[in-house]
């Protein structure tokens, strides 16, 4: 572990992952817990598969035709802003084929994604990166993108608190008090859209839903209010982060496979001690 801070002190790349990790951990601690609350997962699943859909246009049209300034951190949020849009929509006015919708959605993301990557010049080589993550290859501008992502995730996400709070566990309750409840269910689909791009530029598009939901279901054995667990959650992704960026440096891993492991394992730690308590206990 001594070896790994000494080189995240040497290394710019190594410092520009942490940074990147530290800045999605704070808006997968504060917009985790909301959808884990919401227990919307399912729906934050397809609109993580719809993002390789946004990059792999944004790469051709950058590439092939000279559109510079669309970069795929670009892509991705406008094709994740769309899909939670279009879901929401479905999901509030034709509950029955929510699911539907969903399905087809995640997979004319991934298709259409991969079609556009196969038929860009030299992007086929990354698309492993764009999968499973790429977070040690982070440069300084997509840092800053990232940080003002996550300035305005954090931000929203806390100043309607009461509101989302209303909306994810009492929305009966929340509309008799007068609360527009359809618009802050679309602004939560937003946000964990805009979280689930910060994510994939760490563990990559196919792991970005375990990292959103892990540590906020960890936090929610421990905490009774809802700032108590995004803050648990956000230390949690913390620790998470850091400790796969350690292990995958260490035995040189994929970085982004490796920080699931860590959450997915304590996830299920957590679950078994609880479970064997109860046992104890019966």
């Not at 860009?120 to 990354?126: H, L, R, S």
């Not at 979280?195 to 959103?212: E, F, N, R």
């Amino acid at each position: 572990m001594f070896e790994f801070i000494e080189n995240v002190a040497r290394y710019p790349f190594l410092q520009h992952a942490v940074a990147a990790g530290l800045l999605a951990s704070v808006a997968c601690g504060v917009v985790g817990t909301y959808v884990v609350v919401r227990r919307i997962t399912y729906i934050a699943g397809g609109i993580a598969h719809c993002v390789l859909g946004g990059i792999g246009i944004a790469r051709y049209l950058n590439i092939e035709h000279g559109w510079t300034w669309l970069t795929p951190l670009g892509g991705a949020t406008v094709a994740a802003i769309i899909a939670a849009l279009l879901i929401g929509w479905v999901s509030l006015r034709a509950k029955e084929r929510e699911d539907t919708i969903i399905s087809a959605l995640y997979a004319v993301g991934m298709a259409t994604g991969v079609l556009f990557i196969q038929i860009t010049t030299g992007m086929a080589t990354d698309l492993q990166s764009y999968l499973f993550g790429n977070i040690l290859l982070v440069t300084p501008q997509q840092i800053w993108m990232i940080g003002v992502l996550n300035a305005v995730i954090v931000g929203a996400g806390l100043l309607f608190y009461k509101q989302l709070l209303a909306v994810c566990f009492d929305e009966e309750f929340a509309r008799l008090r007068g609360v527009p409840v359809e618009l802050f269910y679309l602004l939560l689909l937003c946000l964990a859209a805009l979280t689930v791009v910060l994510l994939s530029s760490v563990v990559g598009i196919i792991l970005v839903i375990a990292l959103l939901s892990l540590p906020a279901a960890v936090a929610g054995f421990f905490c009774r209010s809802l700032w108590q667990m995004m803050i648990s959650a956000t230390l949690l992704c913390t620790l998470f982060v850091i400790g796969g960026l350690w292990t995958g440096y260490s035995l040189n891993l994929l970085a982004g496979p490796t920080i699931i492991v860590w959450a997915g394992g304590s996830y299920l730690l957590v679950t078994a001690a609880r479970a064997a308590g109860r046992l104890r206990r019966a």
